[in-house]
């Protein structure tokens, strides 16, 4: 038995698919208009974990993670920039379709690099928005036709006091809830755009040029590849009041249908002055943790060790003691026995019942440290146990942590480095720093000692 919280009914419960074994899921993905933070990078994570635990369950899971590649608002309401308009102000691009189209795939490729990195699967799909206006249009046509759109200067727009069951995802009930904002050209505070106008630029249609409405790509998209209702829908509790709200309510308008059964959302991770946002110029990306010499993996560790629905915050030293953690478990897995052993029942019986009861990933963790240290086990079985364990966690714990040879010159700069750093003489610290980079080195300072890696 799988259990979740179902941000639809604000409740857990038990999960039963639309068809036997088989999973049909939606994931929110990035809009890409510049690398992806490790906060969007939670959410691929999480994502990832539970389509492993659903096949470590025996289910097929069909996974569809979209790319927004135009028309995502800096607001999740209808005002502000397109965010990919500033992606190509940032990259001093000329304002055109060709160039949003480049720019959008060259931060695709980078976010699946990322991914990659993290050990996440693949996606069944993986649709970029601007390959599916054909798609947008006629769903647009649809709800035109049902009597759920009206026109204004700016754009068509879904009217929301025709959808009685308007913001159930979440119980919303004030207007100021929907964070959508006053826009007088709206019959409603919460009406949202199903198209814009753009004379400039966009695509022809028949309510003139320019671009679908952010929330329409995800209904055109989720209906084109996992029909009109699937099983699980997951996102950022931040899509909630608006996003997710707003694909329920023009999903159903058309398909007199659930737009999913369940509804899964990720807590933010925080940094020490709020939510790690673009927005608030506090994000660290993934790049950003490699170049300080730590393995993207251990992100994906650090995350697991929190629950996905509670914020975590982060820090530097965390993902330290992230890192010392993988690698005594690398070390410890990789030091026990290949003889061929059926894994412990009763543990993985544990695991199961964590990892299904709303994707308890703390609790596997500790788990597997409980496992480690079970003297009970014999270690052929504890191999075969882990080894089941990282099927979910994906941590890659048969791999050998890499030894690196420091040779004895280095060894004496990073001494002579030390010393320069306790006597506070910074510009010979950082003078002797870019000696050992120039010698394919690199220094990383910890609270302890200086940990030295190959570059």
């Given at each position: 038995?799988?259990?979740?919280?179902?941000?639809?009914t604000?409740?857990?419960?038990?999960?039963?698919?639309?068809?036997?074994?088989?999973?049909?899921?939606?994931?929110?993905?990035?809009?890409?208009?510049?690398?992806?933070?490790?906060?969007?990078?939670?959410?691929?994570?999480?994502?990832?974990?539970?389509?492993?635990?659903?096949?470590?369950?025996?289910?097929?899971?069909?996974?569809?993670?979209?790319?927004?590649?135009?028309?995502?608002?800096?607001?999740?309401?209808?005002?502000?920039?397109?965010?990919?308009?500033?992606?190509?102000k940032k990259e001093?691009?000329?304002?055109?379709?060709?160039?949003?189209?480049?720019?959008?795939?060259?931060?695709?490729?980078?976010?699946?690099?990322?991914?990659?990195?993290?050990n996440?699967?693949?996606?069944?799909?993986?649709?970029?928005?601007?390959?599916?206006?054909a798609?947008?249009?006629?769903?647009?046509?649809?709800?035109?036709?049902?009597?759920?759109?009206?026109?204004?200067?700016?754009?068509?727009?879904?009217?929301?006091?025709q959808?009685?069951?308007y913001?159930?995802?979440?119980?919303?009930?004030?207007?100021?809830?929907s964070r959508v904002?006053?826009?007088?050209?709206?019959i409603?505070?919460?009406?949202?755009?199903?198209?814009?106008?753009n004379?400039?630029?966009?695509?022809?249609?028949?309510?003139?040029?320019g671009?679908?409405?952010?929330?329409?790509?995800?209904?055109?998209?989720?209906?084109?590849?996992?029909?009109?209702?699937f099983?699980?829908?997951?996102?950022?509790?931040?899509?909630?009041p608006i996003?997710?709200?707003?694909?329920?309510?023009?999903?159903?308008?058309?398909?007199?249908k659930?737009?999913?059964?369940?509804?899964?959302h990720?807590?933010?991770?925080?940094?020490?002055?709020?939510?790690?946002?673009?927005?608030?110029?506090?994000?660290?990306t993934?790049?950003?943790?490699?170049?300080?010499?730590?393995?993207?993996?251990?992100?994906r560790?650090?995350?697991?060790?929190?629950h996905?629905?509670s914020?975590?915050?982060?820090?530097w030293?965390a993902?330290?003691?992230?890192?010392h953690s993988?690698?005594?478990?690398?070390?410890?897995t990789?030091?026990?026995?290949?003889k061929?052993?059926p894994?412990?029942?009763?543990?993985?019986?544990?695991f199961?019942?964590?990892?299904?009861?709303?994707?308890?990933?703390?609790?596997?963790?500790?788990l597997?440290?409980?496992l480690?240290?079970?003297?009970?086990?014999n270690?052929?079985?504890?191999?075969?146990?882990?080894?089941?364990?990282?099927?979910?966690?994906?941590?890659?714990?048969?791999?050998k942590?890499?030894?690196?040879?420091?040779p004895?010159?280095?060894?004496?700069?990073v001494?002579?480095?030390?010393k320069?750093?306790?006597e506070?003489?910074?510009?010979?610290?950082?003078?002797?720093r870019?000696?050992?980079?120039?010698?394919g080195?690199?220094?990383?300072?910890?609270?302890?000692?200086?940990?030295?890696?190959?570059?």
């Open positions: 038995m799988i259990i979740f919280f179902n941000t639809l604000r409740k857990k419960e038990t999960f039963r698919s639309l068809k036997p074994k088989k999973v049909s899921m939606y994931n929110c993905g990035p809009t890409v208009y510049d690398r992806q933070h490790i906060g969007n990078l939670r959410s691929a994570v999480i994502w990832d974990t539970l389509r492993r635990a659903l096949e470590f369950n025996s289910y097929k899971v069909k996974q569809v993670v979209n790319i927004t590649d135009f028309g995502h608002l800096t607001s999740d309401a209808d005002n502000g920039e397109d965010k990919m308009s500033r992606g190509l001093g691009l000329a304002f055109t379709l060709e160039n949003m189209k480049k720019l959008g795939q060259k931060y695709a490729e980078i976010y699946f690099e990322d991914r990659k990195k993290l996440t699967l693949s996606p069944t799909k993986a649709p970029f928005a601007s390959d599916h206006i798609e947008n249009i006629k769903f647009i046509s649809k709800l035109e036709k049902k009597g759920y759109t009206y026109q204004t200067s700016d754009g068509i727009y879904f009217n929301t006091a959808f009685s069951d913001g159930k995802l979440g119980g919303l009930s004030e207007i100021s809830e904002g006053e826009n007088k050209k709206k409603n505070p919460r009406d949202f755009a199903l198209w814009k106008h004379s400039q630029i966009g695509w022809n249609s028949p309510w003139g040029k671009f679908p409405g952010w929330h329409i790509e995800c209904s055109a998209m989720s209906k084109k590849y996992l029909g009109d209702t099983d699980l829908h997951t996102g950022g509790i931040e899509h909630i996003h997710h709200n707003n694909e329920i309510a023009q999903s159903e308008a058309v398909n007199n659930p737009l999913a059964k369940y509804w899964l990720n807590e933010h991770l925080i940094m020490p002055d709020g939510k790690m946002a673009k927005s608030l110029g506090n994000v660290v993934l790049k950003e943790i490699e170049e300080k010499g730590i393995e993207p993996l251990v992100l560790y650090w995350l697991l060790g929190a996905y629905r914020p975590i915050s982060f820090s030293q993902l330290e003691g992230a890192e993988l690698k005594k478990l690398r070390e410890f990789s030091g026990l026995p290949t061929k052993s894994p412990d029942k009763k543990y993985l019986e544990k199961k019942k964590h990892i299904n009861d709303d994707l308890d990933t703390p609790k596997a963790l500790a597997l440290w409980h480690v240290k079970d003297k009970k086990i270690n052929s079985q504890k191999r075969a146990t882990i080894l089941e364990f990282d099927k979910v966690l994906g941590l890659k714990l048969s791999q942590p890499k030894k690196v040879f420091i004895e010159e280095i060894k004496k700069l001494s002579k480095r030390e320069a750093r306790k506070k003489n910074w510009p010979e610290a950082d003078r002797l870019e000696i050992i980079k120039q010698k080195f690199e220094v990383k300072d910890t609270e302890k000692r200086p940990i030295v890696k190959n570059l």
